[in-house]
């Protein structure tokens, strides 16, 4: 069993900056895939960003490429997203999830574990 708990989320103007955490209890964290999806209002949720377990390996949405970045701490059990050059169509609902496999995965439905999500807020 993984709990996951998102933080750093909050209002921001175009072209600014945040970085999300995502806290993860449970022994079993580092068998996991992180990764972070997002979700505005109407619309489905999206993958963003995904980390391998090792944090060897990542892979980023095309929206988000080159703007944000997924990184993973074991020894602190937290994976982060900085988001650099916000806009407001950054903005959404952002959640980490867990995946109880070694590579990424982009479909939601795939994720074993998820948070209660952030909301993000770009103003332009």
């Known amino acids: 069993q993984v709990q996951l708990v998102e933080s750093g989320g909050g209002l921001v103007q175009t072209g600014g900056s945040l970085r999300l955490s995502c806290v993860a209890s449970g022994r079993t964290w580092t068998s996991y895939s992180m990764g972070w999806f997002r979700q505005a209002p109407g619309e489905e949720r999206e993958f963003v960003a995904g980390i391998t377990w090792s944090g060897g390996s990542t892979y980023y949405a095309d929206s988000v490429k080159g703007r944000f970045t997924i990184s993973r701490d074991n020894a602190k059990n937290t994976a982060y997203l900085q988001m650099n050059s916000l806009s407001p169509e950054d903005t959404a609902v952002y959640y980490c999830?867990?995946?109880?496999?070694?590579?990424?995965?982009?479909?939601?439905?795939?994720?074993?574990?998820w948070g209660q999500g952030t909301q993000v807020t770009v103003s332009s």
């Open positions: 999830a867990g995946h109880r496999a070694a590579g990424i995965a982009t479909m939601a439905r795939y994720y074993d574990y």
